[in-house]
């Protein structure tokens, strides 16, 4: 019996270094299962910061593309204006040199190849303006529009109709839509 005894003690020993070598690795693989979830963890992380970067980046992309878009298009909407402002900006201008060539008409003068120089004058000067698509406007007699015309005298006449333009002081001028000066006028009622 010891010798059976000592037969089965070193089996048990076996069984025992068996066991503890096998709850080793055990012990050994739950660091490493817990370094590799750490890693899966640290890698998850990363491409979530990468993801956020990236929808971060998308999103300053568009918005820099839609920047520039509206900039081209305001730069393009600048570019078509500035010839016609240039033009309006000339023709009104010399509105005034039309107004002193109808005074210089409107003074007396002896002298009837002087006045018809001045007429000459001031009929080339008005197809010039027409060529470049002005347009007079301000008659009496026409409805009082606040758009097209300044006031600067109200008179109450019960012959003329309600708002009308009873007298024209300075006729006003426009090209197209834009108005180039404002006719001056006496409203009546």
């Not at 918005?63 to 393009?76: K, P, W």
């Not at 008005?126 to 470049?132: D, I, T, W």
């Not at 007079?136 to 009082?144: I, L």
């Not at 005298?153 to 197209?176: C, P, T």
């Amino acid at each position: 019996m010891d010798q059976e005894n000592k037969n089965t003690a070193p089996e048990e020993e076996l069984m025992t270094e068996q066991t503890a070598e096998a709850a080793e690795p055990a012990e050994e693989a739950a660091p490493e299962q817990k370094k590799g979830k750490k890693k899966k963890s640290r890698e998850a992380e990363a491409l979530e910061k990468c993801e956020a970067e990236k929808k971060e980046l998308e999103d300053r992309y568009l918005r820099l593309m839609a920047e520039y878009d509206n900039y081209r298009r305001r730069t393009q909407k600048e570019r078509e204006n500035v010839y016609p402002d240039a033009v309006a900006n000339t023709l009104k201008e010399l509105l005034p040199l039309l107004d002193n060539l109808q005074r210089a008409l409107d003074t007396p003068c002896a002298d009837e190849n002087y006045l018809t120089g001045i007429k000459m004058i001031q009929t080339g000067f008005e197809e010039y303006l027409k060529k470049m698509g002005v347009e007079t406007f301000g008659k009496a007699g026409e409805p009082f529009d606040p758009n097209l015309h300044n006031a600067v005298m109200h008179i109450e006449d019960e012959s003329l109709g309600k708002n009308v333009v009873a007298q024209v002081f300075q006729s006003g001028y426009r090209r197209g839509d834009r108005i180039l000066r404002h006719a001056m006028v006496q409203q009546a009622n």
